[in-house]
């Protein structure tokens, strides 16, 4: 069954540093997201990502982030000068259709920002 | 004001014990509602999309239902494998496509 997937699981930063996290969505999607969720909070929605651009974004989505598509498989989320409040798991997901479609979710990688 | 309200937060069950949890939900039109199951330091499982009041979807001992305020995830004769956090989500009219409006939760223990 496809599958959404992470790399890496664990990702420990100094704050200021700048980190990458990845994804490869599942193969035929063409709508991509990130959303965060620290530890005991709600998931939230960062960004959503359609035909190389991003579509919306959330206010938490400020100029330290990016998102990228850099090759046909490939969705990452960079995070320039990390703080530590960035610190919180990061899934990425996707779907084949955009809006009232299921969004289907990778395990996500958990950033902590020291 | 929180858009999507779950409840109860917690819920301690004996296996074979059914119950029910809520999502409430302000939107100014429902695209969709969304229902997910989230295991610890795992990504949100899909489960069931909603899209109109009187709407109702099985899968297995899960049930789900909507109402224009409301839906209910009915869980039948729960066993142990079904402890995780149930997570309810909207997609709103008034707001982005494909952004998704998450409850807290409702973390769902069900003892053998």
């Known amino acids: 069954e496809p599958e959404v997937t992470q790399t890496p699981s664990h990702q420990v930063t100094q704050m200021g540093q700048e980190v990458i996290l990845r994804c490869v969505p599942i193969s035929n999607h063409l709508y991509f997201y990130w959303y965060r969720q620290i530890l005991g909070q709600k998931v939230e929605f960062l960004v959503s990502?359609?035909?190389?651009?991003?579509?919306?974004k959330s206010e938490i989505f400020d100029d330290q982030f990016s998102v990228e598509r850099p090759d046909g498989s490939n969705f990452t989320l960079k995070i320039r000068s990390t703080k530590l409040e960035d610190s919180a798991m990061y899934f990425c997901?996707?779907?084949?259709?955009?809006?009232?479609?299921?969004?289907?979710f990778g395990p996500g990688t958990r950033l902590t920002v020291t | 004001e929180d858009q999507v309200t779950q409840s109860p937060e917690a819920l301690r069950l004996q296996e074979g014990e059914s119950s029910s949890l809520n999502c409430s939900y302000t939107v100014s039109g429902l695209r969709g509602l969304f229902w997910y199951r989230q295991d610890p330091g795992k990504g949100p499982e899909f489960l069931f999309t909603?899209?109109?009041a009187g709407e109702e979807k099985e899968k297995e001992r899960l049930k789900a239902t909507l109402t224009k305020k409301e839906s209910f995830l009915h869980i039948t004769a729960p066993k142990p494998e079904d402890s995780a956090t149930y997570l309810c989500?909207?997609?709103?009219?008034?707001?982005?496509?494909?952004?998704?409006?998450f409850g807290k939760g409702t973390k769902l223990s069900v003892k053998p």
């Open positions: 909603l899209y109109s």
């Open positions: 997901a996707s779907s084949s259709v955009a809006g009232v479609y299921e969004q289907y």
């Open positions: 989500a909207v997609e709103d009219y008034g707001g982005s496509q494909g952004n998704l409006i």
């Open positions: 990502f359609y035909n190389n651009e991003i579509s919306e």
